[in-house]
């Protein structure tokens, strides 16, 4: 076994040895090669073997799948929307990477028997509909001090939703108070 392995591997050493020496048969020794300096520059430029991006295995990497940036794990325009839309409210916690932000509960002064608390995730890197989701709660006090959980009108969530998107949108063109 062990002589045909050796078998194997010298005939395949020498198959590489003559091609090698094959591919250098028109070879010119006296050509200088000269290299345009202008090539390879500019945007669109490819500088590496692979490519602009790297090696992909699976899949396919879109120029609309980066718009969150090397620092975030989410869509930018979406994630700061979000933030100014509720910029009202207090924080809990605010996760870039996951996408998820909580606030705290938040008793407007007009209603101070009702407080609303909201968690949005933020579900792609892209600027779509689908990539946004919003959780709103709601509490009523009943008594001093007893907060009782009481429903929210899906059109609230959804107005919210709506806003977001509208002020994504809005910093994604460079418009309003960037």
């Avoid at 090539?39 to 500088?47: E, K, L, Y």
């Avoid at 006090?141 to 009481?150: A, L, N, Q, T």
């Avoid at 994504?168 to 960037?178: I, M, P």
Wanted: proline share 6%.
């Amino acid at each position: 076994m062990k002589q045909k392995l050796a078998k194997i591997a010298t005939s395949l050493a020498l198959a590489g040895l003559i091609s090698g020496i094959s591919a250098c048969q028109y070879a010119d020794p006296d050509q200088v090669l000269v290299v345009d300096p202008k090539r390879n520059r500019g945007p669109n430029a490819v500088t590496s073997v692979f490519g602009q991006d790297g090696l992909q295995l699976f899949g396919s990497k879109s120029e609309d799948e980066f718009r969150g940036g090397p620092g975030i794990g989410v869509n930018s325009h979406l994630w700061r929307a979000s933030l100014d839309t509720i910029s009202f409210m207090p924080l809990s916690s605010a996760d870039p990477f996951g996408g998820v932000i909580i606030t705290d509960w938040y008793a407007p002064p007009e209603t101070p028997a009702e407080r609303f608390k909201m968690t949005i995730y933020i579900l792609a890197r892209t600027l779509r509909a689908d990539g946004l989701r919003v959780s709103v709660f709601r509490q009523e006090r009943k008594e001093p001090g007893v907060w009782v959980d009481s429903a929210i009108n899906p059109a609230t969530v959804t107005s919210l939703e709506n806003k977001i998107l509208e002020r994504a949108r809005q910093l994604r063109t460079g418009g309003f108070g960037e």
